[in-house]
């Protein structure tokens, strides 16, 4: 008889935490929209009644053209990917004012269904990258009613203006018409989030200082902003007199949230799917001078600027292209809030890489995706050949893929932890309560004494769920897990009751083998093979 995981248990917690959200029942639909649901400080997207993990790839910025969509689908199934992030162009979707152009849409929902995955859509309008090079011809054709950033020096930057109601009016109606088409078109909620402009900012320019901005810039600062951000300042109090030195990036940030905010609202009152806006990053660690990267975007240090300011936007989500364990960690740490759900919408695609998913998982991200899914295929400069299958990203989902409900669901229920390899540092611990995990990452090696040193390139992770006080889920990729008791004076020492391998399938774990001997007299080592135990552990 085939037992039954002790997540399976849970659902009455999922039950409540779907309550803190209106509650699956009161919304009263057999496929309910998807949506996110806070608890304790985790989330979770829920999709089709149940948690979702996007294992998601992104798409190259001009790949959701017909003619090179086929190459995208075949990386999507290469990689094991569940979700697509595919772009939406306005210049594409808008040719004529007022003259909306769907076709490109309902194919990318076409080919989506055709290949059993979900999309998130990304609205290419305003911004991209910081730039408006994707505004309509018509548009780039009356610059009068689109124009740039000025900068210090009074001379235009490559940045689009928050401060122009006839842009604002005309991005407003064309995300109001795709949103109402998705709503029509879309009955089966293959797209499940879409992401509102891409990297919001401006380059070489703090903030625009056209003569609309200056006049803005000596007003009063809302007072819903100096409210949110604990702010007490004279009335009337300008942006200089209360923010000081970051008033120029503050107010910038303001502005753009406005602006993008209230696009969000539109298209959100057509058709309600969770929206994120995504952010170019800043040094996390060292607090860099806005002139040194995008200022206005969701940077993490105007996070909170931008959830007043833009409340119809569900998740302030960072693009991290940060390789190195001390950056890519700290991001994770500071957009992984109980007022924004973590989520990775743009990331490196490397072996190396591939290990912060797990750490993301950790973290509590509803979803993680590398860019470019489509790119060209690299040389392996890897030891490891399994790692040249997509960089690494196929390995992740093969495993992850078959229990992401799952893994969604113990994540808003915080039972996730991860272990990630640091180069030279080739052994993790991960405190469990009454047990410890120790990792040690490295090829599988057998015997006593015989203790993995570390892969060639620091490629090692680790995923542990914690089911009960002696139940766990584990799996990783190329190291060892062993446990053992975390009072340093206990005397017993720790047991495999039973190692069971096997694999998630509809909400239950199916025993392919039980493990024992060398499989387990060494520790529990894993190689590069999507591998899954369930281990209860005992003491003698």
């Not at 859509?121 to 990258?129: C, D, G, P, V």
């Not at 890897?382 to 690494?392: K, Y």
Request: glycine share 8%; with cysteine.
């Amino acid at each position: 008889m085939k037992r039954l995981p002790r997540f399976i248990l849970s659902g009455m917690v999922f039950a409540a935490v779907a309550g803190l959200a209106g509650g699956l029942a009161a919304r009263g639909a057999e496929n309910p929209l998807p949506h996110l649901v806070q608890k304790d400080g985790h989330h979770a997207l829920i999709v089709d009644g149940a948690p979702f993990l996007i294992l998601g790839g992104q798409s190259h910025n001009s790949s959701a053209w017909p003619a090179t969509m086929p190459a995208v689908w075949t990386a999507i199934e290469a990689a094991h990917a569940n979700t697509l992030e595919v772009p939406v162009y306005w210049e594409q979707f808008e040719p004529e004012p007022g003259k909306f152009d769907y076709t490109m849409v309902d194919q990318l929902l076409a080919g989506a269904r055709e290949h059993q995955v979900r999309l998130v859509l990304l609205w290419f309008a305003t911004w991209k990258n910081g730039s408006s090079h994707y505004l309509p011809m018509w548009l780039k054709q009356q610059p009068e009613l689109c124009p740039l950033v000025l900068g210090k020096d009074g001379k235009p930057v490559d940045s689009p203006s928050p401060h122009t109601p006839a842009l604002l009016e005309a991005d407003t109606r064309a995300f109001r018409a795709l949103m109402r088409h998705l709503k029509e078109a879309d009955p089966q909620h293959t797209t499940i989030m879409v992401q509102v402009e891409n990297e919001a900012g401006a380059w070489n320019s703090v903030r625009d200082h056209s003569p609309v901005a200056q006049k803005l810039f000596a007003a009063p600062v809302p007072a819903e902003l100096l409210k949110a951000l604990g702010k007490t300042a004279p009335a009337g109090s300008d942006w200089p007199a209360v923010f000081g030195p970051d008033a120029d990036e503050y107010f910038h940030a303001w502005s753009v949230a406005h602006f993008i905010g209230q696009v969000a609202a539109a298209g959100k009152a057509e058709y309600p799917l969770p929206l994120y806006c995504n952010a170019a990053l800043r040094d996390p660690l060292t607090n860099p001078a806005a002139t040194t990267y995008e200022s206005g975007g969701p940077t993490d240090n105007v996070l909170g600027i931008w959830k007043v300011a833009a409340p119809a936007i569900d998740v302030l989500a960072p693009d991290i292209y940060m390789a190195d364990s001390a950056h890519y960690l700290k991001v994770l740490e500071l957009y992984s809030r109980p007022d924004n759900a973590l989520f990775i919408p743009e990331t490196i695609g490397s072996p190396a890489v591939s290990r912060y998913c797990f750490a993301a998982l950790a973290r509590g991200a509803i979803g993680w995706s590398p860019f470019g899914i489509d790119r060209e295929p690299r040389p392996t400069t890897t030891q490891h050949a399994a790692e040249s299958e997509t960089d690494g990203l196929a390995i992740n989902y093969r495993l992850l893929g078959p229990m992401m409900r799952e893994l969604a669901q113990w994540s808003v229920e915080g039972r996730l932890q991860a272990a990630i390899e640091e180069k030279d540092q080739p052994q993790q611990t991960i405190a469990l309560g009454r047990w410890q995990a120790v990792v040690n990452f490295g090829p599988p090696t057998f015997g006593y004494g015989r203790t993995p040193k570390g892969n060639p390139e620091p490629v090692g992770r680790a995923l542990i769920v914690q089911l009960g006080e002696n139940e766990f889920v584990v799996t990783a990729y190329l190291g060892r897990v062993d446990f053992k008791l975390s009072d340093p004076a206990a005397t017993a020492q720790r047991s495999f009751l039973r190692v069971e391998e096997g694999r998630y399938q509809n909400g239950v774990f199916h025993r392919t083998r039980i493990l024992n001997g060398d499989q387990t007299d060494w520790g529990l080592n894993f190689g590069t093979a999507p591998t899954v135990l369930h281990v209860q552990l005992g003491t003698f």
